[in-house]
């Protein structure tokens, strides 16, 4: 196996990775950075970005991600595809193999594998995706302003969405295939207390309506087998996210929702010059500035940490 050494990794190629690299770069760690299963992570597959500051008349995601990585380069970041598939964090330097060929040696390791959404699986779900269905609220709620949309899930994030898009939508229906939900009992009671949210309860997505944009949802009720069809606009799915933080879950401490756990305040994880930054570790924000922020964070860490250890 090819051995390279380096001072800094950079795993992921979100907003949270590409700012790290940007800083580790211009503070001459000459990071490395790998790009992963999907080069910009989650924001290659939304439309506009309306709410990332400096920007003042959107920027579609991709581009975004495009200026993102041109910056990190621009001042020497080495970005290079390829999937981190192994890691051994048991002695510094650490070691970090990539597409099961070749192994790194990093005295420090950023980690912003990011986090993914889960979906329904359905064919129109992946077909109107960015046209309609989104797996996030917050980035997308804006573009079905007075109009109606409905919600799939029943934890805390679908109660936090439902809300939040109650407030700039006509009507929101959540569709809750229980009779019960996961959320917890203060969010819940915010949902029941919103007057234009209309929950549709033990019923599951049969299809999403309409060929090139969203038109409506057909239901089921798993009860009666009946069918039920909504016209919407806007289909948000908000069943949960996966961090993609498997291959670190021998090393690094994960809360039960496998999420990396850092020291509050900074980046750092339990071991030693390894850091972690965006939404593998956050499940509360999961905004590109913030993480882009607490990659700004990952990058800081390892350079103070890096002088600490006399490695120059
Ligand atoms: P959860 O796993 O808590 O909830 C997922 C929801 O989606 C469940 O209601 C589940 O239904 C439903 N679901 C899953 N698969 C399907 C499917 N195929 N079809 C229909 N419905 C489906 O995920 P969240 O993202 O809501 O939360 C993750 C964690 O983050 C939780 O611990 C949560 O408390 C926390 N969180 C906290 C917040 C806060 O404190 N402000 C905000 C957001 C999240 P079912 O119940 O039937 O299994």
Same mark, same amino acid.
């Given at each position: 196996?090819?051995?390279?050494?380096?001072?800094?990794?950079?795993?992921?190629?979100?907003?949270?990775?590409?700012?790290?690299?940007?800083?580790?770069?211009?503070?001459?760690?000459?990071?490395?950075?790998?790009?992963?299963i999907?080069p910009?992570?989650?924001?290659t597959?939304?439309?506009?970005?309306?709410?990332?500051?400096?920007?003042?008349?959107?920027?579609?995601?991709?581009?975004?991600?495009?200026?993102?990585k041109?910056?990190?380069?621009?001042?020497? *970041? @080495?970005?290079?595809?390829g %999937?981190?598939?192994?890691?051994? &964090?048991?002695s510094?330097? /650490?070691?970090?193999?990539? +597409?099961?060929?070749?192994?790194?040696?990093?005295?420090?390791?950023?980690?912003s594998?990011?986090?993914?959404?889960?979906?329904?699986?359905?064919e129109?779900?992946?077909?109107?995706?960015?046209?309609g269905?989104?797996?996030?609220?917050?980035c997308?709620?804006?573009?079905?302003?007075?109009q109606?949309?409905?919600?799939?899930?029943?934890?805390?994030?679908?109660?936090?969405?439902a809300?939040?898009?109650?407030?700039?939508c006509?009507?929101?229906?959540?569709i809750?295939?229980?009779?019960?939900?996961?959320?917890?009992?203060?969010?819940?009671?915010?949902?029941?207390?919103?007057?234009?949210?209309?929950?549709?309860?033990?019923?599951?997505?049969?299809?999403?309506?309409?060929?090139?944009a969203?038109?409506?949802?057909?239901?089921?009720?798993v009860? *009666? @087998?009946?069918?039920?069809? %909504?016209?919407v606009?806007?289909? &948000?799915?908000?069943?949960? /996210?996966?961090?993609?933080? +498997?291959?670190?879950?021998?090393?690094?401490?994960?809360?039960?929702?496998?999420?990396?756990?850092?020291?509050?305040?900074?980046?750092?994880?339990?071991i030693?010059?390894?850091?972690?930054?965006?939404?593998?570790?956050?499940?509360?924000?999961?905004?590109?500035?913030?993480?882009?922020?607490?990659?700004?964070?990952?990058?800081?860490?390892?350079?103070?940490?890096?002088?600490?250890?006399?490695?120059?």
């Amino acid at each position: 196996m090819e051995i390279e050494k380096v001072k800094c990794l950079i795993i992921g190629s979100g907003p949270a990775g590409y700012t790290a690299a940007i800083y580790a770069s211009r503070a001459g760690l000459n990071p490395v950075l790998y790009q992963g299963i999907q080069p910009g992570g989650q924001l290659t597959i939304t439309n506009d970005v309306e709410n990332y500051p400096g920007y003042p008349d959107g920027i579609n995601g991709p581009q975004m991600m495009d200026d993102f990585k041109r910056q990190a380069e621009r001042f020497g *970041t @080495d970005v290079r595809y390829g %999937i981190a598939t192994a890691v051994d &964090f048991s002695s510094q330097p /650490h070691k970090v193999t990539i +597409d099961d060929q070749t192994v790194i040696e990093a005295h420090t390791v950023i980690i912003s594998t990011g986090a993914s959404a889960k979906w329904l699986g359905l064919e129109s779900e992946a077909r109107l995706n960015g046209s309609g269905v989104s797996a996030c609220a917050v980035c997308d709620g804006f573009f079905y302003r007075k109009q109606d949309v409905a919600i799939v899930g029943a934890g805390d994030t679908a109660a936090e969405e439902a809300t939040y898009l109650a407030n700039l939508c006509n009507k929101v229906y959540m569709i809750i295939r229980r009779e019960e939900m996961r959320a917890s009992t203060i969010m819940q009671e915010r949902v029941k207390n919103t007057p234009n949210i209309e929950i549709i309860w033990n019923s599951v997505t049969d299809e999403i309506l309409g060929q090139h944009a969203v038109e409506g949802v057909r239901l089921r009720n798993v009860l *009666t @087998d009946e069918l039920q069809e %909504i016209p919407v606009t806007g289909f &948000f799915v908000a069943i949960g /996210h996966q961090p993609n933080s +498997d291959i670190f879950k021998d090393y690094l401490n994960l809360d039960e929702n496998g999420y990396i756990r850092t020291i509050p305040g900074t980046s750092k994880t339990n071991i030693d010059g390894v850091f972690a930054c965006g939404d593998v570790q956050d499940y509360t924000y999961r905004q590109a500035v913030t993480a882009a922020g607490s990659g700004c964070m990952a990058a800081l860490d390892a350079e103070r940490y890096l002088a600490a250890s006399n490695i120059h």
